[in-house]
């Protein structure tokens, strides 16, 4: 569906700042029956509302397309980094409004359970998860955490609320996922106590832009989110920012304290504004430039592979990540290019990486032929390098700055 008003504010007056061409969903890594059909594209752009400042996609491919119709891939507890992130976030949310065993905590789209797990051990919390993929909310159940098999929305909010209200809702990149947002934040208001938090993180725009991090842009990330816009429509829904941080988690993310009481000082949201203002976040100059060196990055990227490849050397790709979908898509890099894509998750192994159909595989096919590794998910690549330290690959890291 291509978008006609802002998700915010409602205004008309959007313009294009990004585009990134034709993409498949990002987030669906193909199993071998699906691999050899034919896929469908989509536009995949971003427009800024003129009115709000509120950056969103272009075209919006309905939930129900992007998280139920093939089974979901990615399980949290398979990436130590994201099982090391959420155990220290639950400490540090837990420790700041001193969590216990009375309190209820609700984590929007769960995963296989992983932060809720933590939040469990650490201070015996209620916990109640909400996920939509279906494989996916099986594997936490199994791991004991109550999980309800749907999307957040007002039906979910109800049958939660009616119960008790939730001390803390958290939503781990999940808020950029949301098409109806003005449901969303009145769902949340109605499945949070009083005195709670919502508490979301996501990839934050400014950081994306500065970074020129664009292959954090796909279908699955409906809004990119500033604190302008945000301020504003959180406060038409009685909903207000008390705090924000910034941290590295997904190559630059922000967490987002939002309560139903007015904070008494709104310093840290105003320093966040001006700071948008200053680098030009509502300008469309900015946009344009942020442009030319997507286009001249993937010439240099395309430049260094087709220079090994034509050498003879042979060339991997390290970690099947969602952006690295967007990165091989946007640059055209396919399987004539890359002999396959290495991950350690059983649920991606056997799979085909959508629209590059580059076969994935386990780290330990890695043979001696092997000369180059283009690393997907840049965020980590510190990571992945040690890893694979012993191999004597050449890394590709593609990454902007
Ligand atoms: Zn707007």
Redesign the pocket.
């Known amino acids: 569906m291509h978008t006609k008003k802002?998700?915010?504010?409602?205004?008309s007056k959007l313009v294009k700042i990004i585009d990134l061409g034709l993409h498949p969903l990002a987030d669906t890594f193909l199993p071998k029956e699906c691999a050899d059909k034919p896929i469908t594209l989509y536009p995949l752009n971003v427009l800024l509302?003129k009115?709000?400042?509120?950056a969103m996609l272009g075209y919006v491919v309905p939930p129900e397309e992007r998280y139920q119709k093939i089974d979901y891939s990615y399980t949290a507890s398979n990436s130590k980094v994201s099982v090391e992130h959420f155990a220290k976030m639950a400490e540090s949310v837990g420790t700041k409004i001193s969590l216990g065993s009375k309190d209820l905590v609700i984590d929007i789209g769960s995963n296989d359970g992983t932060l809720l797990k933590s939040f469990k051990s650490q201070f015996g919390t209620k916990v109640i998860g909400i996920e939509p993929s279906k494989n996916i909310a099986k594997i936490a159940k199994k791991n004991g955490i109550t999980t309800i098999n749907d999307f957040f929305n007002t039906k979910t909010a109800k049958v939660i609320s009616k119960k008790e209200k939730a001390k803390v809702i958290i939503a781990t990149n999940v808020f950029n996922h949301i098409t109806d947002m003005k449901a969303f934040v009145k769902d949340i208001s109605l499945a949070l106590d009083k005195t709670g938090l919502f508490i979301f993180e996501v990839p934050y725009f400014k950081t994306l832009v500065e970074q020129g991090a664009f292959d954090t842009i796909y279908l699955e990330h409906v809004s990119y989110f500033n604190v302008m816009?945000f301020h504003k429509f959180f406060k038409e829904h009685a909903l207000y920012i008390h705090s924000l941080e910034k941290n590295d988690y997904m190559g630059g993310s922000i967490r987002v304290y939002v309560s139903k009481i007015k904070p008494k000082d709104s310093s840290i949201v105003n320093e966040y504004i001006d700071e948008e203002k200053k680098y030009g976040m509502y300008d469309l100059a900015t946009y344009a430039d942020f442009t030319k060196r997507i286009i001249d990055f993937s010439g240099r990227l395309n430049f260094d592979l087709y220079k090994a490849k034509a050498s003879g050397e042979k060339i991997v790709a390290i970690g099947a990540a969602t952006k690295g979908n967007t990165l091989l898509n946007y640059c055209k890099i396919d399987s004539t290019v890359i002999e396959f894509i290495t991950d350690s998750s059983p649920l991606k192994i056997g799979k085909f990486a959508p629209g590059s159909n580059i076969p994935i595989r386990p780290d330990s096919d890695i043979s001696n032929e092997i000369s180059h590794a283009l690393i997907l998910p840049w965020n980590i690549a510190d990571f992945l390098v040690s890893k694979l330290s012993h191999l004597n690959l050449k890394f590709i890291i593609p990454k902007m700055k």
């Open positions: 802002c998700q915010l504010c409602g205004g509302c009115s709000c400042g509120h816009p």
